[in-house]
C-alpha cells in the first residue's frame, strides 16, 4: 500500500512538473514576443528624416541653439567679407590717387591745393598736420621740425590704420571658437542620445543613428563658421598689409615736400645773405 501511494505521488509531481514547464514556455514566448513588438514600435516612432533640415527640427533645444548661433557666425563672417572687402578697395584706390598728386607736386602748398578730391581726405589731413607743424615750429632749425612732422605721420598712419582693420578680429574669434561650440553641440546631442537608449532599453541602429547623426550635424556647422572666417582673415590680412604699404608712402610723399620746402627756405636765406653783407659794405 505504501508503495502504491508513492508511485501515485511521483506521477503527481511528474504531471506538475510538465504543467510548470509548458507554463513557463507560453509565458517566455508572449515576453519575447511582448519585447519585439515593443523594440519595433521604438523603431516605429523613431523620425527618419535624416536631411539637414529633418535632423535639426527633430533636435534638442541645446543642440538646436548652437547651431543656430553657428549660423548667425556665418552670416556674420560674410557680412564683413563684403563690407570690409569693398571698403578696403575703395581706401587703396583713393590713397593711389592721392599719393600720384604728390608725386607730381613741387610743394607742400601745391600739393594742399591739388587734395581737393573727395578720395583726398586722408592725404589732405596728412599734408596739413605737416602744414601747422611746420607754422609751430617757425624759426627752429629745419632738422628738429623734421621729427615732430615724423611723429605727426606716424600717429596719423596708426589711427588710419586702426580704423581699416575695425571689424576685422571677430573674424579670428570665430574661426577659433566655432569648432569647440560645435563640438559642444556634439557631445550634448550624443549624451542625449544615450539617455535616451537608456529609457527605450534597446541598442537599434535604428533607434541611435537619428540622434548621433543629429548631434554632429553641429560640429558639421562649426566647421562650415569656422573655415570661411580663418580665410576671411587670412586674405584681409594680406589686403591690409598693401593698405599700410601706401600709408606709408602717402606719409614719405609729405614729408618728402616737407623737406624740399625746409630745404628751399634756408637756401633762400643763405643766398640773401651775401647781397645783405654787401649792402652794408656800401
Known sequence: MANTLLKRMAAGLKRTAAGLTAGLGILGGATGASAQDGAARVAAAVPHDLSAMGMFMNADGVVKAVILGLLA????TWTILL???LE???ARGRLQGSLDKLDDAVSLDVAASQLTG???TLALAFA???TAERALSDGLPAEGVKERVILRME????????????????LA????TAPFVGLFGTVWGIMNSFIGISKTQTTSLAVVAPGIAEALLATATGLVAAIPAVVVYNVFARKVDGYR???????AGVLRLVSRDLDREQAGVQNALPRVRSRAAE
Open 245 to 251: 604699404v601706401l600709408l606709408a608712402d602717402v606719409s
Open 128 to 130: 596739413r598736420a605737416a
Open 118 to 120: 573727395a578720395g583726398d
Open 173 to 176: 574669434t570665430i574661426g577659433a
Open 88 to 90: 578696403l578697395r575703395a
Open 73 to 76: 557666425a556665418s552670416v556674420v
Open 83 to 85: 563690407a570690409k572687402g
Open 155 to 170: 600717429r596719423l598712419e596708426a589711427k588710419a590704420r586702426r580704423a581699416i582693420v575695425r571689424g576685422t578680429g571677430i
